[in-house]
């Protein structure tokens, strides 16, 4: 069982940065994909940016350029960092491993933490 804790969220103004952590425990997160997904208000869960262990990453058409996933394995950590954030960024951000360690279906997923992006 893998237990993901997300931190570092909060209020922003555009045009501002934010880096999103997800802490793990449980497991070693090393072999794992990871990935962040967000939800705004009234609309369905979106990818933001994947990991996989090789180091190919993967994002979103609306975040490139602009977001940056990384991971620290020795302190099973994953990171998100959000630069240039626009109010459409507003969400609660979930981080998610993928035991397969590809870019398919996500088995662990955190409890979110808010971003607000004021205008």
């Known amino acids: 069982q893998v237990q993901l804790v997300e931190s570092g969220g909060g209020l922003v103004q555009a045009g501002g940065s934010l880096r999103l952590s997800c802490a793990a425990s449980g497991r070693t997160l090393s072999s794992y994909t990871m990935g962040w997904f967000r939800q705004a208000p009234g609309k369905e869960r979106e990818f933001v940016a994947a990991?996989?262990?090789?180091?190919?990453?993967t994002y979103a058409d609306s975040v490139k350029g602009r977001f940056s996933i990384t991971r620290d394995n020795a302190k099973n950590t994953a990171y998100l960092q959000m630069n240039s954030l626009k109010p459409e960024d507003t969400a609660i951000y979930y981080c998610?491993?993928?035991?397969?360690?590809?870019?398919?279906?996500?088995?662990?997923w955190g409890q979110g933490t808010q971003v607000t992006v004021s205008s």
């Open positions: 998610a491993a993928n035991i397969g360690g590809n870019f398919g279906e996500f088995d662990y």
């Open positions: 990991k996989r262990p090789s180091g190919l990453t």
